[in-house]
C-alpha cells in the first residue's frame, strides 16, 4: 500500500512539473497561431527563370499555411517577359494579399519590375527609389526590326493596361513607361490620378503597420481587410540551389565562368590527355551558357573573346613572333568590353573583372609563347640528331680519307675525320652524313 501511494505521488509530482514547463510553451504556441503570419522575401536580382521560381515557391507556401499577407521587397533592373508573366499569373491566382515593396531607398523596379509592381495587390516604395522605364528590348543583344520592336511593344503596352485597369490604376502612364521608357519616383506615382502606387513605407515594418485595417481590392474584384498588427514576419529565402544559380546569372560569374570553360578546354587541347582541365573547362561552358541566355548577350563580343582564345592558341603552332598574341590580347578586351548589350549597370561587366582576366590570359598566352621558342630553339635530343656535339672513342686508328669506327651511345658507328685520331681517342661528333660519323678530337 505504502508503494503504490509512493508511486502515485511521484507520479503526480511527474506531472506537475511537466505541466509547469509546457504551459508557457503551450501559451507561446497558442500566442503565435492567432498572431497573423506574414511572408517576407526579398528579390534582388534580374528577373529570370530561378528569381521566378522563388516568388512562386513563396506564394505556394503562403496560400499552403494561410498566411495573412506575402511582401516582396523588390530591387531589380528588369528581366525576362516570360518570367514576368508567370510570376503575375501566381501573384493573381494567389489565395494570400501580396504587396510589392520597392525599397530600400535607392533601389528601382524598372522594365519587369515595373510590370510587378503594378500588378501586386498592395504597391509600395520606400522614399528615394523609382520605377518604370519598362519600354520592352531584346535579350539576345541583337537589333529587332521595326515590325518586330513595334509587335513587342504593343504586347506589353497591352499587358501593363489591362494590369492597371484591374488594380484601379493610372492606365496612361503605366502606358507610357512601356511606349515611351518613362520613369516616376514615389512621390510622382503616388501623387499621379489615378496613383501608381498606395503608400510610401521606410521599411516593412512600416509597411505593415501602415497596412493594418486597410480594405484592398483583389484582382477577382473581392475584397480583403488585411490584419498586420502583432504579425509574426517569417523570412523566406532562396534555397541552396537557386542562390547557386542565381549567382551564376550574373555577368561577371557569367563571364568567368565563360573565360574559365574556353581555357580549361584551351590548354586540354595543348596538353592532350591532361583530363582535368578539359572537364573543369566543359562545366565551367555550361554553367555560362545556362547563364548567358538569361542575360542580354552581343553576340559579336562573343565572337570576339571567341577569335582572341584561338589567336592566343595558333601563336604555339604559328611563328609570328608575337603577333598573334597581341591581336588575341585585343579581341580579348574588346569583346569582353562590348560582351553585355545593356544600359542597366547591374547587367554590365565591371572592369575589376575583365581588367584581372585579360592579364591573366595574356600572362598564361606570353609564357607559352616563351615556353614554345625556347622548345623550337633548345637542340635535338633524340634520334640521329640528337647526337651531334656527343662524346665518342675512337676504336680504330682513323685517318683522313679513311673510314674508322667509333663507339657512340654504346653502338659502334662508322665513321671519318679530317685529321689523324689514333686508337682510343676521346672525340666528337661534329656531323652526320647518312650512317657515317664525321668526328673531330675532343
Known amino acids: 500500500m505504502r508503494d503504490r501511494l509512493a508511486w502515485s505521488f ?21 500566442t503565435d497561431a492567432q498572431s497573423p503570419i506574414v511572408y517576407s522575401a526579398e528579390v534582388n536580382s534580374v528577373i529570370h527563370p530561378v528569381s521566378a521560381e522563388y516568388m512562386i515557391e513563396t506564394l505556394d507556401e503562403a496560400d499552403r499555411t494561410g498566411a495573412a499577407l506575402v511582401v516582396f521587397t523588390l530591387r531589380t533592373p528588369g528581366g525576362l517577359v516570360d518570367s514576368t508573366r508567370d510570376i503575375v499569373s501566381r501573384m493573381i491566382a494567389a489565395k494570400t494579399p501580396v504587396a510589392l515593396f520597392v525599397g530600400p531607398s535607392g533601389s528601382r523596379a524598372a522594365s519587369a519590375g515595373f510590370l510587378l509592381t503594378i500588378a501586386a495587390d498592395v504597391a509600395a516604395m520606400a522614399p528615394g527609389t523609382h520605377i518604370g522605364a519598362a519600354h520592352p ?14 509587335k513587342s511593344e504593343e504586347d506589353v503596352a497591352a499587358y501593363v493596361r489591362t494590369l492597371a485597369s484591374a488594380r484601379h490604376r493610372n492606365v496612361e502612364l503605366a502606358t507610357e513607361a512601356v511606349r515611351s521608357s518613362r520613369a516616376f519616383t514615389e512621390t510622382e506615382a503616388l501623387n499621379a490620378s489615378p496613383p501608381l502606387i498606395d503608400l510610401i513605407a521606410s521599411d516593412v515594418p512600416d509597411l505593415l503597420k501602415q497596412l493594418d485595417g486597410r480594405t484592398i481590392r483583389r484582382f477577382d474584384g473581392r475584397t480583403v481587410v488585411l490584419k498586420t498588427a502583432g504579425a509574426r514576419v517569417v523570412a523566406i529565402e532562396m534555397s541552396l540551389r537557386q542562390r547557386v544559380l542565381s549567382a551564376i546569372a550574373h555577368p561577371d560569374i557569367a563571364y568567368l565562368l565563360l573565360s574559365l570553360g574556353m581555357l580549361g578546354l584551351t590548354i586540354e587541347l595543348w596538353s592532350p590527355g591532361a583530363v582535368l ?4 573547362g566543359g562545366v565551367s561552358l555550361l554553367l555560362a551558357f545556362f547563364a548567358l541566355q538569361l542575360l542580354p548577350v552581343n553576340y559579336a563580343g562573343l565572337l570576339l573573346i571567341l577569335l582572341g582564345l584561338i589567336l592566343f592558341a595558333l601563336e604555339i603552332k604559328v611563328a609570328s613572333y608575337g603577333l598573334l598574341t597581341a591581336g588575341g590580347l585585343v579581341s580579348l578586351i574588346f569583346g569582353s568590353m562590348i560582351l553585355m548589350d545593356s544600359r542597366a549597370p547591374e547587367l554590365q561587366l565591371s572592369l575589376r573583372v575583365i581588367v584581372p582576366v585579360v592579364v591573366g590570359f595574356s600572362a598564361i598566352a606570353i609564357l607559352l609563347v616563351r615556353l614554345g621558342l625556347a622548345a623550337q630553339a633548345r637542340p635535338a635530343v633524340t634520334g640521329i640528331n640528337g647526337m651531334v656535339g656527343e662524346r665518342a672513342q675512337a676504336i680504330t686508328d682513323i685517318e683522313p680519307g679513311v673510314t674508322g669506327r667509333v663507339s657512340a651511345h654504346g653502338e659502334i658507328w662508322q665513321a671519318t675525320s679530317a685529321e ?15 650512317l657515317t660519323l664525321i668526328v673531330r678530337k675532343d
Open 137 to 150: 528590348v531584346s535579350g539576345d543583344g541583337k537589333s529587332m526590326d521595326e515590325t518586330m520592336a513595334k
Open 420 to 434: 689523324p685520331i689514333p686508337q682510343g681517342a676521346r672525340v666528337r661528333i661534329s656531323q652526320i652524313e647518312g
Open 10 to 30: 511521484f507520479r503526480a509530482v511527474v506531472l506537475c512539473a511537466t505541466a509547469a514547463f509546457a504551459s508557457p510553451i503551450l501559451v507561446a504556441q497558442q
Open 277 to 280: 582541365p578539359g572537364v573543369v
